[in-house]
């Protein structure tokens, strides 16, 4: 048996523990610290895909796109998100813990095809948050992946994001039409509800693991009317 290596240790903002990154031969994994266990492992990534998939299916034909991924992880959503639209395109990835920006520029590049390196892509380290408080409408589709489902797993302060405030401000900050698309481990009425409240049309999609197979996660799709 090949055995874990750690390459990497960090610090998550405002005591939200630590970020451990390691290596299986060809496998890695992030984990957090404590009893809150893995976070991303290089092999199975699909539903991260498919939260890009649904969240920018509307984007095919769009000229000068403009998309938001919060967070980076391994680099998965961004990826896919890169191949929903066209070249006049922008995808703006936040990523609040830049350790992990060097990871995906370092060993963990590969697993999604170095998605850091489109000339379409621009890094924001830093705190999705800040992306999402413009007032302005600046994004076509905002992809969200920074805890396991609508509560603030990471740090507690991605708590703002779910709630009605913070859905208010995501709301004022899409363009037209533009959609708000949230992974989770699994579906949630009452946010639901709450994204029905702040104005948007609301549906979810059960999507796997992996291709076909796994466990079922559910991509919230909440579309400016
Ligand atoms: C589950 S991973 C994302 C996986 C990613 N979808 C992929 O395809 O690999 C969650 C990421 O969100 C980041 N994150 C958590 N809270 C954040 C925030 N408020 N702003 C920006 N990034 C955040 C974490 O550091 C981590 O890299």
């Given at each position: 048996?090949?055995?874990?290596?750690e390459?990497?240790?960090?610090?998550?903002?405002?005591?939200?523990?630590?970020?451990?990154?390691?290596?299986r031969g060809?496998?890695?994994?992030?984990?957090?610290?404590?009893?809150?266990?893995?976070?991303?492992?290089s092999?199975?990534?699909n539903?991260?895909?498919?939260?890009?998939?649904?969240?920018?299916?509307?984007?095919?034909?769009?000229?000068?796109?403009?998309?938001?991924?919060?967070?980076?992880?391994?680099?998965?959503?961004?990826?896919?998100a890169?191949?929903?639209v066209?070249?006049?395109?922008?995808?703006?990835?936040?990523?609040?813990?830049?350790e992990?920006?060097?990871?995906?520029?370092?060993?963990?590049?590969?697993?999604?095809?170095?998605?850091?390196?489109d000339?379409?892509?621009?890094?924001?380290?830093?705190?999705?948050?800040?992306?999402?408080?413009?007032?302005?409408?600046?994004?076509?589709?905002?992809?969200?992946?920074?805890?396991?489902?609508?509560?603030?797993?990471?740090?507690?302060?991605?708590?703002?994001?779910?709630?009605?405030?913070?859905?208010?401000?995501?709301?004022?900050?899409?363009?037209?039409?533009?959609?708000l698309?949230?992974?989770?481990?699994?579906p949630?009425?009452?946010?639901?509800l709450?994204?029905?409240?702040?104005?948007f049309?609301?549906?979810?999609?059960?999507?796997?693991?992996?291709?076909?197979?796994?466990?079922?996660?559910?991509?919230?799709?909440?579309?400016?009317?």
């Amino acid at each position: 048996m090949v055995p874990w290596v750690e390459l990497g240790k960090a610090q998550i903002p405002n005591n939200g523990g630590e970020l451990k990154f390691s290596q299986r031969g060809e496998e890695f994994s992030i984990r957090l610290s404590g009893i809150r266990g893995e976070l991303m492992n290089s092999r199975v990534y699909n539903s991260e895909k498919e939260l890009s998939r649904l969240g920018c299916a509307h984007l095919k034909s769009t000229n000068k796109a403009h998309v938001l991924v919060g967070g980076l992880g391994m680099g998965y959503t961004l990826a896919a998100a890169l191949n929903m639209v066209n070249d006049s395109a922008q995808v703006t990835v936040a990523e609040l813990i830049p350790e992990v920006v060097t990871w995906n520029q370092g060993p963990l590049g590969n697993c999604a095809g170095n998605p850091l390196n489109d000339p379409r892509t621009k890094v924001h380290v830093g705190d999705v948050k800040e992306q999402l408080i413009s007032h302005q409408p600046t994004f076509d589709a905002v992809l969200l992946d920074v805890d396991n489902g609508p509560e603030g797993l990471t740090q507690s302060d991605n708590n703002w994001i779910y709630s009605p405030a913070g859905l208010q401000d995501i709301y004022k900050m899409l363009r037209p039409k533009g959609v708000l698309a949230i992974w989770s481990a699994g579906p949630d009425r009452l946010f639901s509800l709450r994204l029905k409240k702040a104005g948007f049309e609301v549906s979810t999609q059960v999507v796997r693991a992996r291709p076909g197979k796994g466990s079922k996660h559910t991509i919230f799709l909440a579309k400016k009317r």
